[in-house]
């Protein structure tokens, strides 16, 4: 093998190195909360979408708790907003366009879901409130799909995603310092 390829070798070793180690999954065991903290209550989160799938609401609900209670397992979680921490939302936003378009006919459509996040911290015990401070936040995600399929299709095979992106961002705007 002459040096170029081998060059050529080394370089392309070193950028999969380089991409593996950037594209890793990242790991929730450093959770961020505040010894003070014990309880959580999560509002259901609504569908309030001009388009609304009726099944991504339960679905995103069900897969939060389930996160919050096995990844946050310190935090009991209530069925009162006298909690130490309150969340609750709504998706706000669900729609589709065309992404992308090949000999002018659209080849790829994108599903965009946004979910409106409220953060309440109702720990108060000397006058300042303990952190992390309430907030609101709006989490989107957008999600491709061919256009020789149906929306009603995609919908189908696109909701596990959806609910697991979701899920995760929505999980890291609550219990991670980013």
């Given at each position: 093998m002459n040096k170029r390829a081998m060059r050529g070798l080394v370089l392309i070793a070193a950028l999969l190195s380089l991409g593996s180690s950037s594209c890793k999954v990242y790991s929730f065991k450093d959770v961020s909360?505040?010894?003070?903290?014990?309880?959580i209550h999560i509002n259901y989160?609504?569908?309030r979408a001009p388009l609304?799938?009726?099944?991504?609401?339960?679905?995103?609900?069900?897969?939060l708790r389930q996160k919050i209670n096995n990844q946050a397992s310190k935090l009991s979680q209530v069925g009162t907003s006298d909690a130490d921490w309150e969340v609750s939302g709504w998706v706000s936003g669900y729609n589709y366009t065309t992404s992308g378009i090949a000999s002018q006919v659209a080849s790829s459509n994108r599903l965009a879901v946004t979910v409106h996040v409220v953060?309440?911290?109702h720990l108060?015990?000397?006058?300042?409130?303990v952190a992390p401070?309430?907030?609101e936040a709006d989490v989107t995600r957008?999600?491709?799909?061919?256009?020789t399929i149906t929306i009603t299709d995609a919908e189908q095979?696109?909701?596990?995603?959806?609910v697991s992106n979701l899920t995760d961002e929505i999980f890291n705007k609550l219990f991670s310092n980013w």
């Open positions: 909360i505040p010894p003070e903290v014990h309880s989160i609504e569908n609304v799938n009726p099944l991504l609401a339960p679905q995103l609900n069900d897969a953060f309440k911290n108060d015990p000397t006058g300042k409130k401070a309430d907030f957008n999600f491709d799909f061919s256009a095979q696109l909701l596990p995603t959806i």
